[in-house]
Structures are given as structure tokens and as C-alpha cells.
């Protein structure tokens, strides 16, 4: 019974990895689309940004618009916008790869090329 149980453990461990590669090839097609799309379209790219705005102005949670910057800033060369901008390259991978959290001033970096700008509020709770 022990051996048939380690079994099926070992077997939904391999479906579990099995499907991960599947959520990751789908992530992987839909950021390469998504980018491609905004590429074509920079105007896409501005409303799909407009929307993270507003999500993170809900939720405080900066993630999903550090992922939106870093699809649109990939459709025109993370190179090109980091020479154009004067922003270092470094800096912009380490934000896009949760390495480096951004101050104010980081992200404005970022946001300003594109029409936008971070404010910091203050607010008694």
C-alpha cells in the first residue's frame, strides 16, 4: 500500500511539473504577444498602462505595473530607452526582476519618458 501511495505521489509531482512548464510556455507566449502587440500599437501600450495605474492606485500592490513598464519598455529595446532616457540599464533590469525595490525618484525615471509621473502622498491614518 506504502509503495502504490509513493507512486502516486511521484506521479502528480510529474503532472505538477508538467503543468508548470505549461503555465510558463503560456506566460512566456503571452509576454512575447503582449509585447509585440505594443510594438505595433504604442497607444495599446498607453491604455494597458492607464490600467495598471489605476489597479495600483486600488491595491498599492506596484508589481503588476512594474511588469506592465517592463513589457512596454521591452517593445522598444531596454537598451534604446535606457541610452535615449539616461537610466541605467542595470537599474531597470534589477527593478523588472524584483531585485531592486523603486524609490520615487526610480520611477519617475521610468515614468516620465512615457507622459507619466509619480507623486508621493502623505495621509494621516
Partial sequence: MIHKNVSTIRQNALASRQNVSKIKI?????????I?????????????LESEIEEY????????LLRTLKRIIKAFGITNFSKKNNINRSTLNNVFNNKHKPGINTLNSILKPLGYEALTIFRRI
Fill in 26 to 34: 503560456l506566460n512566456d507566449d503571452f509576454n512575447r504577444d503582449t
Fill in 36 to 48: 509585440e502587440e505594443f510594438r505595433r500599437d504604442p497607444e495599446i501600450a498607453i491604455m494597458y
Fill in 57 to 64: 492606485h486600488k491595491t498599492g500592490d506596484i508589481k503588476y
